[in-house]
Nanobody, 116 residues
Framework: QVQLVESGGGLVQPGGSLRLSCAASGSIFSIYVMGWYRQAPGKQRELVATIGGITNYADSVKGRFTISRDNAKNTVYLQMNSLKPEDTAVYYC????????????WGQGTQVTVSS
């Protein structure tokens, strides 16, 4: 069994910064890809950024968000700068993990609210 636990969400003013963290634990042999997705009220869940052999960003966050990873800690981070009200959403961590089998796992989500 694999668990993903996010932290770092909160309320921030427009133009501010937040750093999200997601730690994976459990029976993990290796992690192929880790990433962040978000879901705003009334909208579908969308990709924000992923990191595996390469990094990938949604166009809406390029130049403002940076994804990074600490393989020794099985942790992925999302540094979010120049936040905008439209970044408000629940942010979910995702990981493709080799455990007893290869599968994708989700965290419980952390709320990010950008408002003055």
């Amino acid at each position: 069994q694999v668990q993903l636990v996010e932290s770092g969400g909160g309320l921030v003013q427009p133009g501010g910064s937040l750093r999200l963290s997601c730690a994976a634990s459990g029976s993990i042999f290796s992690i192929y890809v880790m990433g962040w997705y978000r879901q705003a009220p009334g909208k579908q869940r969308e990709l924000v950024a992923t990191i595996g052999g390469i990094t990938n960003y949604a166009d809406s966050v390029k130049g403002r968000f940076t994804i990074s990873r600490d393989n020794a800690k099985n942790t992925v981070y999302l540094q979010m700068n120049s936040l905008k009200p439209e970044d408000t959403a629940v942010y979910y961590c995702n990981a493709e993990v080799q455990s007893d089998y290869r599968g994708r796992y989700w965290g419980q989500g952390t709320q990010v609210t950008v408002s003055s």
